[in-house]
Nanobody, 125 residues
Framework: VQLQASGGGLVQAGGSLRLSCAAS????????VAWFRQAPGKEREFVGG????????DYADSVKGRFTISRDNAKSTMYLQMNSLKPEDTAVYYC???????????????????WGQGTLVTVSS
């Protein structure tokens, strides 16, 4: 699976951005997917995940209520809608996909075999 993330950019605090991640190479409808992020000098952390069917989601406490993850299996694309952005949301955001057949949501980086190249989100105060 090849993943292409897009949608990052510079936004003022309180603003919104929508990230997209398009998958190619095989269908990802049978796999759980997630967004992670990595700020300078910090480890990559889980942001949000969604199950293969889209029926289950999970979010980090730091983004709950502000970010929404979704997916369109027909388009093999996942999204991250980010609202009420804060300067501490500044990071490179990565999309990730589990191996085929692993439907569930999880927070562990090691559960994801495929990673996008990352898209930079910068939130100014």
């Amino acid at each position: 699976v090849q993943l292409q993330a897009s949608g990052g950019g510079l936004v003022q605090a309180g603003g919104s951005l929508r990230l997209s991640c398009a998958a190619s190479g095989r269908t990802f409808s049978g796999s759980g997917v997630a967004w992670f992020r990595q700020a300078p000098g910090k480890e990559r952390e889980f942001v949000g995940g969604i199950s293969g069917s889209g029926g289950s989601t999970d979010y980090a406490d730091s983004v709950k209520g502000r970010f929404t993850i979704s997916r369109d299996n027909a388009k093999s694309t996942m999204y991250l809608q980010m609202n009420s952005l804060k300067p501490e949301d500044t990071a490179v955001y990565y999309c990730a996909v589990k191996p085929s057949g692993f439907w569930g949501v999880s927070r562990r980086r090691s559960d994801y075999d495929y990673w996008g190249q990352g898209t930079l989100v910068t939130v100014s105060s």
